[in-house]
C-alpha cells in the first residue's frame, strides 16, 4: 500500500472513528486502526467488537493495499503534524512509513487480515433522518439511559419505528425520556435497543448539515452517512413495557417557566443530601414551594408562580431528573402533570407532544 | 468538644469456647467431656467450636471437621445452633452495655468497651474487667477472658494470653515489655506469608520487628508497613465505634459432595439470597453490589460481582447472583457457593421505580415474611422453589 493523503482530513477522518477503540482490548489488534485503500480514498475502520465504524478519506493511491496501526499512536502523531501532504507506505514484515513535511515515522503495524470486519449483515431498509433532528432527539433521551449494569436492557436507548413514527426511548427505571418524530415516508416496523456507546458515537460525530440514513438489521444498528458508516450491535433483552407507564389524563396540571423553576431547583437541592437530591414540592394554586433539608447542613426554601388551579399536592422528587428533563426542553414554558406523591409525573413543553419526560417521584 | 483524653482504656471481652461452652451450660452430661460444634463430622465442614477439654486433643475451631474427628474420636460432636447463641449473645452484650455505652460487639461472643474516663464512677479499668467477668459468670454461667489496654489492638491480644478465664492488663508505658517477646503472628493482621516474610529478614518477635527503622518496612511492605512498625510499639489509634457500619452481609455453603447439578446450585443461591435479604432489612441496610463465590472441586476458587441500585429484595439479589453464576465456566465440580451483598446504605430506598409493577407490594410481603419468621423460626415460610431443600434433617 502506498498513498497520500491531506492531513487535515486524515485527522478528521481518525477522530471520527478512534474513539471506538477500548482502553483495553481482548484481542490486541482491537487497539488499532484498519487502514484499506478502495477506489481514490483510504478507508479507517475501528471496532471494539460490539460497535464499529468507517470513514473514507480522499486519497491519491499509487498501490492498492491495507494494514493496522495502533489507533493512539497514530491519532497523537496526525494531530501533531504539520499542515502538509502525508504519505504512507506499508513495506516488509507489516512496518509502516508515515512522512511529512520533513518528519518521518517508521512504525510497527499488525497484518489486516485479522481485522474484524464492520459491515451490515443484510441488505437493510434505510430510513433517512436530517442529522440535526436524530442528534436532538438523542441528547434529549440519552441523558435517562441506565449506569446500572445489571440491567442490560437500559444501558441504551431504544428505536422503535412504527405507525409512521420514529420514537427515541430511554430510561433508567426511575424516569423515562422519549422523543418522536414522523417520518416523511412513513412505512416498516423495526425496534432495537442501540447501546449507550453507539449513541454517544452517533451525537459525537453528527453535524448539522448532512443527512444520514438509520437502519435496523437483525441485530444491528446501522448508521450511515456520505463517507462514514457505523455499525452496532443491538443490546438483547427485553426494553420495559413504556407506553404503560406514561399518565394520561392526571388531574393536576401547571404551567411554570422552565428557567425559574430550574433556577430554583438549583438554588434550593444545594442542601439536599448528594447521592439522591431529593426535594420536596408542595403544589397549591397559584403557587409552587419548593424545599430541601439537610439534619447536618439546614433548610432551603423557594414559592415561585405557578398558572395551576387544583387542589393541594405535595411531592418528592430527585431534583437531577427533573433538572435534566427541564434541560432537554427548549420551549420557555413547561408543562407538568402530576397525580399524588406516588405515581410518575410527567413533563414536556407547552407546546407540542413530540418529547416528554416522565418522573417517578421520591418517598420522602 | 474537648480535646480526646490522650491515654484511653479499653477492654476486650472474649467467651472461652462460646459455642460449646454454651452447650455444655445447658447440658451438665457434658461437662469436662471434649464437645466439638460444628458440621457433620462424616461431613467435609469445618469446627466452629471446641471446648477446652477437646483442644487437649489438638481440635480448634476452623479445622476441617473430618480431621477433628480423627485426632478426638470421643469427642461429642453437635449442629451449630445458631439461634440459641445469638439469644445467649444478646444477654451477654446487655450486661457489657451497663458498663460503657462505647461498646463495639465484633461477633457474637467478643466484644469492645471503651471505659475511659469512668474511673470515678466504676473504678479502675481493671476492677470494671473483674466485674464484667463475674457478673457473666453469675448471671450467664459463662466465663469470658478480658484484656484491658489504652488501645483495642492490645486489649485483643491480652484477653487472648491466658484463656480460658483469663484477665491481663496492658498499663501506659508497659507497652514495650508485654509485646517484646511475643512472635509476630500475634500482630493483627499478619497470617503467614507475612510471618514468612519478617523471618526471612530475621525477625521472631515483636521486640526485634519494633526495632526495624520504619523506612526499611515500608520499602518492604509499602503502606502496610507502616501499619507493622505502628503496632509493633503497641501504637493503634483505631476507636471503639458503636454503630460500626457492617461492610457487607453474607452466607456460604459447602456441600457434603462436590456438585455439577445446576438446580442444586440455584436452589443454593436463592435459599442464601432469601436469607441475606431477609438479615439486610433486619438491620435496615440496602446493598448495590452483589458478589459471587464459588470454590471448585480443586479448592480454586472465583468472585464475581455486579454493582447495581440498592436493594433489600431477595429475588433481586438471586437474580444479580445467578447472572453471575450463568456467565462462569464450570469445568469442575462446584464445592462451595456463596454471595455477599455490600457497598450498604442504611434505609429503604426513597425512589420509586416505574417498572417493577408493585414494588410496595412485594416490599411488604417481605416484610411479613420477616415477621412470620421472627415468630415461627427461619423454615416457617420460603419461596416454594425451595421446597424440596426443606426436607427436614
Not at chain 1, 489507533?71 to 501533531?80: D, N, P, S, W
Not at chain 1, 503534524?81 to 507489516?94: D, G, M, R, T
Not at chain 2, 449442629?79 to 463495639?104: C, F, N, Q, T
Request: glycine share 8%; with cysteine; proline share 6%.
Amino acid at each position: 500500500m502506498d498513498v497520500q493523503l491531506e492531513r487535515d482530513a486524515f485527522s478528521k477522518g481518525l477522530q471520527m472513528v478512534q474513539n471506538i477503540v477500548e482502553p483495553r482490548q481482548t484481542l490486541p489488534i482491537l487497539a488499532n486502526v484498519l487502514l484499506e485503500t478502495e477506489g481514490d480514498t483510504l478507508r479507517v475502520t475501528a471496532t471494539d467488537l460490539a460497535v464499529g465504524a468507517c470513514v473514507s478519506v480522499p486519497a491519491k493511491v499509487a498501490s492498492a493495499g491495507a494494514i493496522t496501526l495502533s489507533a493512539r499512536k497514530l491519532g497523537e502523531i496526525v494531530k501533531e503534524l504539520p499542515a502538509a501532504p502525508l504519505s504512507l507506505k506499508v513495506q516488509e514484515n507489516a512496518w509502516v512509513v508515515l512522512r511529512c513535511g520533513g518528519v518521518s515515522y517508521k512504525l510497527v503495524g499488525l497484518p489486516p487480515e485479522d481485522f474484524p470486519a464492520v459491515v451490515p449483515t443484510a441488505g437493510p431498509a434505510w430510513i433517512p433522518l436530517e442529522g440535526k433532528a436524530l442528534k436532538e432527539m438523542l441528547t434529549r433521551t440519552a441523558f435517562a439511559m441506565s449506569h446500572d449494569e445489571s440491567r442490560y436492557a437500559l444501558n441504551g436507548v431504544l428505536f422503535s419505528l412504527q405507525s409512521g413514527r420514529l420514537r427515541v426511548v430511554a430510561t433508567d427505571g426511575h424516569r423515562l425520556a422519549l422523543a418522536s418524530r414522523p417520518l416523511p415516508n412513513g412505512g416498516g416496523a423495526a425496534t432495537g435497543i442501540v447501546p449507550r456507546k453507539a449513541v454517544q458515537e452517533v451525537v459525537r460525530v453528527l453535524g448539522v448539515g448532512e443527512d444520514v440514513q438509520v437502519a435496523l438489521v437483525e441485530n444491528q444498528f446501522v448508521l450511515r452517512m456520505p463517507n462514514f458508516l457505523l455499525v452496532a450491535r443491538l443490546i438483547e433483552g427485553q426494553f420495559p413495557n413504556y407506553e404503560q407507564v406514561v399518565p394520561k389524563g392526571h388531574p393536576c396540571r401547571l404551567v411554570v417557566s422552565r428557567s425559574a423553576l430550574a433556577a430554583a431547583l438549583r438554588r434550593v437541592s444545594v442542601l439536599s443530601e448528594e447521592r439522591t437530591k431529593p426535594v420536596k414540592v408542595l403544589l397549591s394554586p397559584g403557587s409552587l414551594k419548593l424545599t430541601a433539608q439537610n439534619p447536618e447542613l439546614g433548610e432551603a426554601e423557594e414559592s415561585l408562580p405557578v398558572d395551576y388551579s387544583g387542589e393541594e399536592l405535595a411531592i418528592g422528587f430527585n431534583s437531577r431528573y427533573v433538572l435534566d428533563a427541564l434541560g432537554a426542553i427548549e420551549a420557555d414554558e413547561v408543562v407538568a402533570e402530576l397525580k399524588d406523591a406516588l405515581s410518575p409525573g410527567i413533563i414536556r413543553s407547552l407546546e407540542g407532544e413530540e418529547y416528554f419526560c416522565v418522573i417517578m417521584p421520591m418517598r420522602i | 468538644m474537648g480535646a480526646a483524653p490522650s491515654i484511653r482504656s479499653i477492654i476486650h471481652v472474649d467467651m472461652d469456647a462460646f459455642y460449646a461452652s454454651v452447650e455444655q451450660r445447658d447440658r451438665p452430661e457434658l461437662r469436662g467431656r471434649p464437645v466439638i460444634v460444628g458440621a457433620d463430622p462424616r461431613g467435609r465442614g469445618v469446627v466452629s467450636a471446641a471446648s477446652y477439654e477437646a483442644r487437649t486433643f489438638g481440635v480448634h475451631s476452623a479445622m476441617p471437621i473430618g480431621k477433628a474427628a480423627r485426632l478426638c474420636p470421643q469427642a461429642v460432636f453437635l449442629p451449630v445452633d445458631m439461634d440459641k447463641y445469638a439469644r445467649v449473645s444478646g444477654e451477654i452484650m446487655a450486661v457489657l452495655s451497663e458498663y460503657s455505652p462505647l461498646l463495639e460487639p465484633i461477633s457474637v461472643d467478643e466484644a469492645f468497651l471503651d471505659v475511659t474516663g469512668t474511673e470515678r464512677l466504676l473504678g479502675p479499668p481493671l476492677e470494671v474487667a473483674k466485674a464484667i467477668k463475674a457478673r457473666l459468670c453469675q448471671e450467664v454461667h459463662l466465663t469470658a477472658s478480658a484484656g484491658v489496654a489504652p488501645n483495642k489492638f492490645l486489649a485483643k491480644l491480652a484477653s487472648d494470653l491466658r484463656k480460658p478465664d483469663g484477665l491481663v492488663e496492658v498499663e501506659p508505658g508497659d507497652e514495650a515489655a508485654f509485646l517484646r517477646d511475643l512472635p509476630v503472628e500475634r500482630l493483627w493482621g499478619v497470617g503467614r506469608v507475612t510471618a514468612r516474610d519478617l523471618r526471612a529478614m530475621g525477625i521472631e518477635t515483636i521486640g526485634q520487628l519494633a526495632r526495624v527503622p520504619v523506612g526499611v518496612l515500608v520499602k518492604r511492605f509499602g503502606k502496610w508497613g507502616t501499619l507493622l512498625h505502628e503496632l509493633a510499639h503497641g501504637r493503634d489509634d483505631r476507636p471503639v465505634e458503636a454503630f460500626a457500619q457492617p461492610k457487607s452481609m453474607g452466607a456460604e455453603e459447602t456441600f457434603a459432595e462436590d456438585t455439577r447439578d445446576g438446580e442444586e446450585l440455584r436452589r443454593t443461591l436463592l435459599a442464601q439470597a432469601e436469607r441475606v435479604a431477609r438479615e439486610l432489612r433486619a438491620e435496615g441496610y440496602a446493598g448495590r453490589t452483589v458478589t459471587l463465590k464459588l470454590r471448585f472441586a480443586d479448592f480454586h476458587t472465583i468472585t464475581r460481582s455486579l454493582t447495581g441500585e440498592a436493594t433489600q429484595d431477595g429475588l433481586e439479589i438471586f437474580r444479580r447472583a445467578f447472572g453471575l453464576f450463568e456467565r462462569v465456566e464450570r469445568v469442575q465440580p462446584v464445592r462451595l457457593i456463596g454471595l455477599s451483598v455490600s457497598s450498604l446504605v442504611r434505609g429503604e430506598p426513597g425512589q420509586l421505580s416505574l417498572f417493577s409493577a408493585a414494588p410496595a407490594r412485594r416490599d411488604r410481603v417481605a416484610r411479613a415474611a420477616d415477621r412470620v419468621a421472627r415468630r415461627f423460626g427461619d423454615r416457617a415460610l420460603f419461596p416454594a422453589s425451595l421446597l424440596e431443600h426443606s426436607k427436614p434433617r
